[in-house]
């Protein structure tokens, strides 16, 4: 890998694009200068909106007019041909013209055109959706959030290993602590998968990580422990419990302090306070799932976030490259 890191892009995907993804590669320029941008899609739209604002040193546009549709399923995407702005995003990092490949398009369609392009790192059978969430302390990886519904224990251990090394590659001083997402902490609970997967993990004793058990839906935040492993459909269902949660919370708060003069008074009297908890709530500042098992890293960004959301993806794109996390990966496996 040279020194200057290579983000193959698919500029076309995600609501508002091209014009929110171009947006967010000229926010993230401005703090990130020694990244080269390949931008896959609409060169006359794209051109337009990058014209002058980027060194053209930085940046790449190949013409493609064909994308996904958010409509696609996944094969009906994969069935658009190889010229979309997806697909030649995704070949690019198979031909190893670029280091990464990050879209906010259809997300069935990413990962199947991904798992058609690229090839399963060594001894791993599924690769799992997992995603950066918040929690008291600091940063959880949670995963998978929807790749797999049903897994085996094996999946379960490997997507533990996966974890613990992207956790590894984006916070390389600290040490991660895996659990597994169950319906209570004691031995006995769970099926049979996960009862599986509790000994197997605790019975290998890897060093790069330290196993600490179970953890319950109720302490996902609590940041006492910073990988979280689940299936596909626990993962999801838990994602998008904490999502709703966020949101009711602060519409609530929003409400109670915007409804009368007291309310408003109180607001601005609070307003540092105020501040800390919108950004620490705001998703934006989480935006980048990552495809993990792959050969190759492939970053998801969410499709309706803004330019501030894409630009953040972007920098986890960077982090990974910088982290090492496909070497990571196969190193522990």
């Known amino acids: 890998m040279s020194s200057m890191i290579k983000i193959a892009v698919d500029a076309m995907g995600g609501d508002n694009s091209p014009k929110k993804i ?18 896959f899609g609409d060169k006359d739209k794209i051109q337009n909106l990058i014209d002058s604002k980027i060194n053209f040193k930085n940046f790449e546009i190949v013409n493609t007019l064909n994308k996904v549709s958010n409509e696609d399923s996944p094969l009906e995407g994969a069935k658009r041909g190889k010229d979309t702005s997806m697909w030649l995003a ?20 990413l990962l199947v055109i991904s798992k058609l392009n690229l090839n399963m790192i060594e001894n791993i059978d599924k690769p799992a959706l997992s995603a950066l969430w918040p929690n008291k302390k600091g940063m959880s990886v ?18 533990s290993i996966m974890g613990a090394s992207l956790y590894k590659s984006l916070y390389p001083l600290e040490i991660p602590n895996v659990a597994l997402l169950n319906i209570g902490s004691e031995a006995l609970k769970g099926n049979e998968t996960i009862k599986e997967t509790f000994k197997i993990l605790n019975d290998k ?25 689940s299936d596909g459909f626990t993962g999801n269902v838990a994602l998008k419990t904490a999502e709703g949660t966020a ?46 098992g792959l050969d190759s890293p492939v970053v998801k960004s ?23 996390l496909i070497e990571e990966i196969k190193r522990n496996i």
């Open 22 to 39: 171009v947006d967010g590669i000229i926010h993230h320029q401005k703090y990130n200068k020694n990244i080269f941008y390949k931008i």
């Open 90 to 109: 995704i070949e690019s990092v198979k031909n190893k013209d670029c280091d990464i490949v990050i879209s906010a398009g259809n997300t069935g369609a």
């Open 142 to 159: 949670v995963l998978d959030l929807g790749a797999n519904i049903e897994c085996s224990s094996k999946n379960l251990f490997d997507f």
């Open 205 to 229: 004793k890897i060093e790069d990580f330290n196993f600490s058990g179970y953890i319950e839906g109720n302490e996902l935040m609590n940041g006492d422990v910073n990988v979280i492993i």
């Open 247 to 292: 949101s009711f919370i602060t519409s609530e708060l929003k409400k109670a302090l915007g409804g009368n003069l007291i309310g408003k008074i109180s607001s601005l009297l609070n307003i540092s306070n105020l501040k800390k908890f919108k950004k620490r709530l705001d998703p934006r500042l989480y935006n980048g799932a990552i495809f993990i």
């Open 302 to 324: 969410h499709g309706g976030t803004d330019f501030i959301g894409f630009s953040n993806s972007l920098d986890v794109c960077c982090r990974i490259i910088k982290g090492n």
